[in-house]
Each structure stands twice: as structure tokens, then as C-alpha cells.
């Protein structure tokens, strides 16, 4: 998950060409895209621009572990409040455009799973879901309902990208 604090395409930082990867945007905003060529003239250029990425890389490869760890140990309702607080971060917004259907393939699970897990958060009064529309509405709730994996991700952002 990328917000305004990174980049897709960070393989580029190591001299890879490609990875079998695919992105989706699930946002509106604004991005930039820059070609390789003048990407790698300017990294070689920067060595403020290199340490940033490095940084930047070192969270990228702490959070794919956390979130395999996560996936292995962690309860449904768990990793969809972590997923919930990782979205409002990088959106900024307290409101955002997602089905349970999209949550579900997100997170690996069945969509029953997420509409239970989503049911119980909106019955406490922590998020409201209406129409493909959620709003967070109790962000501490929603902290105190996520897994430790969301406040470990939290202190390493706030470590390696001040």
C-alpha cells in the first residue's frame, strides 16, 4: 500500500528493470510519473535522494514481513482494522470508496469474512459502511481493534521516514 510518502516502481532504486508486479490505483489525487533514464540521472546526482529512498526501501521490506507475519497469525477483524488505519493514513480522508468484495481480495480472505468482521465494527460505532462507502468514525476504536502490526508499522514509518 503506497500513499503520498513513497513510490511504486522502487525496484528502479536497485538497478532491476522490471518485476512481475502489478499496481492499481484505488484513490484519487495526484502522482507524478518519471522515466527511468532521467529517474536514474537524478538518483545518481542526489545522494539526499538515495538516502531517502533507501529509507523508504528498509520500510517497504519491514512492512511485506509484517504482513506476512500478520496474515499467518492474525485474526480477520484484526487485519481489517490494521487495513482500515493504513488506508486512512495514506488517504488523508476519513471517508473512501471500497466493497467488502475488494477488502476481501486485498486481504486474501472471503468476502463473508469482511462483512462479519465489518458488521461488528460498525455495531460498536466505530466505522459506518453504507453503498460502497466507509467512514471511519472512532479511530482510537479502530486503533484498539487492530493488531500489534499496525502500531509496529506506525513506529517504523515514524523511524526510517521522519
Given at each position: 500500500?503506497?500513499?503520498?510518502?513513497?513510490?511504486?516502481?522502487?525496484?528502479?532504486?536497485?538497478?532491476?528493470?522490471?518485476?512481475?508486479?502489478?499496481?492499481?490505483?484505488?484513490?484519487?489525487?495526484?502522482?507524478?510519473?518519471?522515466?527511468?533514464?532521467?529517474?536514474?540521472?537524478?538518483?545518481?546526482?542526489?545522494?539526499?535522494?538515495?538516502?531517502?529512498?533507501?529509507?523508504?526501501?528498509?520500510?517497504?521490506?519491514?512492512?511485506?514481513?509484517?504482513?506476512?507475519?500478520?496474515?499467518?497469525?492474525?485474526?480477520?477483524?484484526?487485519?481489517?482494522?490494521?487495513?482500515?488505519?493504513?488506508?486512512?493514513?495514506?488517504?488523508?480522508?476519513d471517508s473512501f470508496s471500497v466493497t467488502q468484495a475488494l477488502i476481501a481480495h486485498l486481504l486474501g480472505v472471503r468476502r463473508v469474512g469482511i462483512a462479519k468482521a465489518a458488521g461488528a465494527?460498525?455495531?460498536?460505532?466505530?466505522?459506518?459502511?453504507?453503498?460502497?462507502?466507509?467512514?471511519?468514525?472512532?479511530?482510537?476504536?479502530?486503533?484498539?481493534?487492530?493488531?500489534?502490526?499496525?502500531?509496529?508499522?506506525?513506529?517504523?514509518?515514524?523511524?526510517?521516514?521522519?
Open positions: 500500500m503506497v500513499g503520498s510518502e513513497g513510490m511504486i516502481g522502487l525496484q528502479v532504486t536497485l538497478a532491476v528493470d522490471s518485476v512481475p508486479l502489478q499496481a492499481n490505483v484505488r484513490g484519487s489525487g495526484t502522482a507524478w510519473r518519471v522515466a527511468t533514464d532521467p529517474f536514474n540521472r537524478e538518483l545518481a546526482g542526489s545522494r539526499a535522494l538515495r538516502q531517502s529512498l533507501n529509507c523508504y526501501l528498509q520500510v517497504t521490506l519491514l512492512q511485506f514481513t509484517s504482513e506476512a507475519r500478520c496474515v499467518r497469525f492474525h485474526q480477520i477483524d484484526q487485519r481489517l482494522a490494521r487495513w482500515l488505519l493504513m488506508t486512512h493514513d495514506r488517504t488523508h480522508a465494527l460498525q455495531r460498536s460505532g466505530i466505522i459506518r459502511y453504507a453503498r460502497g462507502v466507509l467512514t471511519i468514525v472512532d479511530r482510537i476504536g479502530l486503533e484498539s481493534q487492530s493488531c500489534a502490526c499496525y502500531e509496529a508499522a506506525r513506529k517504523t514509518y515514524a523511524r526510517f521516514m521522519p
